[in-house]
């Protein structure tokens, strides 16, 4: 399966070494951590994995998160030399 992105959220009453537990178990499973804050991290693993994750003490969500896709306009750049 592919990867997907997910946003765990970890309980108040966490403490370090389970918040540790949950981010190597990530790193274990093949998922990559992109982002780390206070009681919330967004990772990217296989959802085959969830269920494993979601299992882990400490952990309070699992949740898929999905960004929208933009396109970016093409701009082409003028030669401030040349007049017009």
């Keep these: 399966m592919a990867?997907?992105?997910y946003l765990i959220t970890l309980k108040?009453?966490?403490?370090?070494n389970q918040a540790e537990q949950v981010l190597k178990t990530l790193v274990l499973?093949?998922?990559?951590v992109n982002m780390a804050v206070k009681r919330s991290i967004i990772a990217s693993?296989?959802?085959s994995?969830?269920?494993s994750i979601r299992r882990r003490p400490g952990?309070?969500?699992?949740g898929g998160v999905k960004f929208?896709?933009?396109?970016v306009k093409k701009?082409?750049?003028t030669d401030p030399t040349k007049q017009s």
Excluded: C
Aim: charged share 30%; no cysteine.
């Design 3 to 5: 990867l997907e992105t």
């Design 12 to 16: 108040n009453d966490i403490n370090p």
């Design 29 to 32: 499973i093949g998922g990559q």
């Design 45 to 47: 693993f296989d959802s």
């Design 49 to 51: 994995h969830v269920d």
């Design 59 to 62: 952990v309070k969500l699992v």
């Design 68 to 71: 929208r896709k933009r396109t």
């Design 75 to 77: 701009r082409t750049l």
